[in-house]
């Protein structure tokens, strides 16, 4: 049997991954896990190994219970993903790279890509992603960006919703203020796209890149031209589908109006490095 693809989706966060993830692990030419973020890299990098374990833990004793309160039996997708967590803690605390492809490849028949997409693999080293670019024959990165205000929004009300204290939208602004004069880093440097491309233009050959806007991808040529990208079969996706909009508040025309300011080099930097911007991203700088 030939060797797969190995495909790392590396982000970015809030850029349409997650959607990314149903389309590909539906696609009957690949092998995906039922755990869409493994976190084997950033984990072992960037010292959060145990977080992510106490995470895996949590999610399998909340899907246990859940199948164990069923009247009926539980839905075969359950009872895989039970095994999948349960099974991916002992990959990641043990931490071995030949554990973790192991894993990606386990009861893979002729699918011919298998692959991880973890948007926290953005803010890895040149270092790491040069060793993931190594790690097969053919290896290959798929990098999603979103139009910079948007994203960060996305991002600081997911944050807002986390943390849950006291009005969601005096929460959001509060920590859009914090990323606009240089705090909150963990949200801006995830949308740092031209430190993510720069990194991964360094590491990667430039054939095994893949980089777009998630708003182009929400379409079919693009979307084909990823699968060609992969070598594997086009197939029509479901664009009207949307995965963790999150909360609903809006920005306020002078918020709009700092982070688009904020922003402006990211702009640029797609615009001079891929061309035409998509309409929404012209919108966004346009202020409207």
Known sequence: MAQPVLMFGVGAAKSGTSWLYRYLAKHPDCRLRTIKELHFFDARDLG???WYLRDLARKAVSLERRIAARDDAAPVEDIVRLADLRLYAHVLEKGETEGYLAFLMEEREEERVVGDITPGYALLSEETLREMAGLSDDVRFVYVMRDPVERLWSHVRMVARRRARGDLRRQAGRILDKVLIGGETHISERGDYSATVERLKAAVPAERLFLCTSEDLMTQPMLD?????????????VFERKMH????ISMSDSQRQRAVAWLRPQYDYVAANMG????AWQASLAGI
């Open 48 to 50: 959060n190994r145990d």
């Open 225 to 237: 031209r990823l699968c060609a990208f992969l070598g594997i079969a086009p197939r029509a996706g």
């Open 245 to 248: 909009s999150g909360v609903d």
């Open 276 to 279: 035409a911007l998509p309409p």
